[in-house]
């Protein structure tokens, strides 16, 4: 079964509104979260490190303040995209990273993405 | 910085053909290897892993090995068919990228009946 749930799975949405998408956890604990926007016929593009109890770490060229992340427990993270416009449609994907010992061989968990649609 | 390359799709191969996607990577560390796939309309499935030289990941009757002295994980099947066609990610994440997976472009792949 699922190990990462995300929601929604789509959502449209008129310009200049927000929309929060959810991820959760449900089998472990993650300290980390990642956040990832997929452009179509492109890779997967990583936005933001989400770490609990503490300030998201951003990648070069992405807007914090218009991508808010929220890490608020060990097993939820939210990415809030505020004042959305047209470009800001894509897929996005977060994915967790379980706290466990021995990280070497730590893999990550895909949530089943959202794919935004702003009008 | 790590990074990997794989090849470009889109692959277009007939049903029940042999497969293979290449990858490589650099890595100053020892990474481990992932092969994620992603069908049309879903999210990211892991689809095998290796995480230390010579380890073979197997799974659907997909392979890859974990080749250090080439820096390779290429991913093959013997047959593939019609419900393999989706996207074909390789990836490798180690402590030099702070666990951060590091993602190749992706690989189209297109099985016609």
């Known amino acids: 079964g699922a190990v990462v749930s995300q929601h929604p799975s789509w959502v449209i949405c008129k310009s200049g509104t927000s929309v929060k998408i959810e991820c959760r956890s449900l089998?472990?604990?993650?300290?980390?979260m990642f956040w990832y926007r997929q452009f179509p016929k492109q890779s997967l593009m990583l936005m933001a490190t989400?770490?609990?109890?503490?300030?998201?770490?951003?990648e070069q060229g992405v807007e914090k303040d218009k991508f808010l992340i929220n890490h608020a427990s060990l097993t939820l993270s939210t990415l809030t995209v505020t004042s959305a416009h047209p470009e800001d449609s894509s897929f996005y994907i977060c994915?967790?990273?379980?706290?466990?010992?021995?990280?070497?061989?730590?893999?990550?968990?895909f949530g089943q993405g959202t794919r935004l649609t702003v009008v | 910085g790590d990074s990997v390359t794989q090849m470009e799709g889109p692959v277009t191969l007939s049903e029940e053909a042999f497969l293979t996607i290449n990858c490589t990577y650099t890595?100053?560390?020892?990474?481990?290897l992932f092969w994620y796939v992603q069908y049309p309309g879903e999210g990211l499935q892991l689809l095998l892993k290796?995480?230390?030289a010579d380890d073979k990941g197997s799974n659907k009757g997909f392979e890859a090995t974990y080749r250090k002295e080439t820096t390779s994980f290429h991913l093959e099947k013997g047959s593939v068919q019609v419900s393999d066609s989706a996207v074909y990610f390789c990836?490798?994440?180690?402590?030099?990228?702070?666990?951060?997976?590091?993602w190749g472009a992706g690989t189209k792949l297109i099985i016609k009946p």
């Open positions: 994915s967790v990273l379980p706290d466990r010992l021995g990280r070497m061989n730590t893999e990550a968990f």
């Open positions: 089998d472990f604990q993650a300290t980390t």
């Open positions: 989400s770490n609990e109890g503490s300030k998201a770490t951003y």
């Open positions: 890595a100053t560390g020892y990474p481990s």
């Open positions: 290796a995480t230390k």
């Open positions: 990836a490798l994440s180690d402590l030099d990228s702070n666990y951060q997976l590091i």
